[in-house]
T-cell receptor
Framework: SQQGEEDPQALSIQEGENATMNCSYK?????LQWYRQNSGRGLVHLIL?????REKHSGRLRVTLDTSKKSSSLLITASRAADTASYFC????????????FGQGTTLQVKP | DTGVSQDPRHKITKRGQNVTFRCDPI?????LYWYRQTLGQGPEFLTY????????KSRLLSDRFSAERPKGSFSTLEIQRTEQGDSAMYLC???????????FGDGTRLSIL
């Protein structure tokens, strides 16, 4: 079963604008990860934030984690047409299985 | 390219047939995961291996599904007596351990006629 929900389900913006996606989850976690998926392809790992971290940056990506609200957000700044893809959050539950529970994803379209 | 590779990329078969997919993980990764993804949904966990040991199987994995990783390197996922509901993208991922990023292959898309 899916861990939680992502919001919005779809997002359309102009190149250069920022895109924010939100993710909620239900259980305690070791970490939360964000992945990107281009149509018909596998998932590409973007960023991992551990349960004791609140914010993390990687290039144009900024991820926040609020474990008290069981929520996370992914911000993509200065978006490019190449950022068009589906974005998924995934939680790695407590324990050492590494089993990821994914949300339903946000489809991002960046218009040139 | 030393990423995760999956074969075949596409498989079309008739209902009731058996199919087998292969995954070659990144060579130094001891963890290997299988997920299933249907259109418009996120991937769902099926099973995972630590080296050659299968440590967990999802309830989604019915008796018709079996996975192996005989030498702790490549893995196979077999579906026996395929059903319409098995149509999906089957994704393989590998990692260096729990609590680590996973590296995904491009998947095998299964279509049941």
């Amino acid at each position: 079963s899916q861990q939680g929900e992502e919001d919005p389900q779809a997002l359309s913006i102009q190149e250069g604008e920022n895109a924010t996606m939100n993710c909620s989850y239900k259980t305690s976690i070791n970490n939360l990860q964000w992945y990107r998926q281009n149509s018909g392809r596998g998932l590409v790992h973007l960023i991992l934030i551990r349960s004791n971290e609140r914010e993390k940056h990687s290039g144009r990506l900024r991820v926040t984690l609020d474990t008290s609200k069981k929520s996370s957000s992914l911000l993509i700044t200065a978006s490019r047409a190449a950022d068009t893809a589906s974005y998924f959050c995934a939680t790695d539950a407590e324990g050492n299985t590494g089993k990821l529970i994914f949300g339903q994803g946000t489809t991002l379209q960046v218009k040139p | 390219d030393t990423g995760v590779s999956q074969d075949p990329r596409h498989k079309i078969t008739k209902r009731g047939q058996n199919v087998t997919f292969r995954c070659d993980p990144i060579s130094e990764h001891n963890r290997l995961y299988w997920y299933r993804q249907t259109l418009g949904q996120g991937p769902e966990f099926l099973t995972y291996f630590q080296n050659e040991a299968q440590l967990e199987k999802s309830r989604l994995l019915s008796d018709r599904f079996s996975a192996e990783r005989p030498k702790g390197s490549f893995s196979t996922l077999e579906i026996q007596r395929t059903e319409q509901g098995d149509s999906a993208m089957y994704l393989c991922a590998s990692s260096t351990g729990g609590n680590q990023p996973q590296h995904f292959g491009d998947g095998t898309r299964l279509s049941i006629l």
